[in-house]
């Protein structure tokens, strides 16, 4: 895990009027979001060599959700789901559209 009040931390907490302006269900999500980078990627972004974190926690913010998105789209496969069928307009992006 990346070491606090690093690079990485300094880039979150640039982020805290957007994560207070969030609907507290965003906020939930948003804080395990931003504690999955914290766990996973945290080294990688303090080791990314840029002197500021912004691309390299957006960039570990995309690589979390493409494996998200890979692990699911296995998991759909194996339990039989063409996923190929899925569309980014039959995917949700808020609670209430689905």
Same mark, same amino acid.
């Given at each position: /895990?990346?070491?606090?009040?690093?690079?990485?931390? +300094? #880039?979150? #907490?640039? !982020?805290?009027? &957007?994560?207070?302006?969030?609907?507290?269900? $965003?906020?939930? %999500? !948003?804080?395990? /979001?931003? =504690?999955? *980078?914290?766990?996973? &990627?945290?080294?990688? +972004?303090?080791?990314?060599?840029?002197?500021?974190?912004?691309?390299?926690?957006?960039?570990?913010?995309? @690589? %979390? =959700? =493409?494996? /998200?998105?890979?692990?699911?789209? /296995?998991?759909? =496969?194996?339990?039989? *789901?063409? *996923?190929?069928?899925?569309?980014?307009?039959? *995917?949700? @992006? $808020?609670?209430?559209?689905?």
């Amino acid at each position: /895990m990346g070491a606090r009040g690093g690079k990485l931390d +300094v #880039e979150i #907490e640039a !982020w805290e009027g &957007f994560r207070y302006a969030l609907r507290r269900d $965003d906020m939930e %999500a !948003w804080d395990r /979001m931003v =504690q999955e *980078v914290r766990e996973r &990627f945290g080294d990688a +972004v303090e080791r990314s060599g840029k002197t500021f974190a912004t691309e390299p926690f957006f960039m570990a913010l995309l @690589l %979390a =959700q =493409q494996k /998200m998105i890979e692990h699911l789209m /296995m998991a759909l =496969q194996a339990g039989g *789901v063409e *996923v190929s069928a899925i569309s980014e307009t039959s *995917v949700p @992006l $808020d609670a209430r559209d689905g």
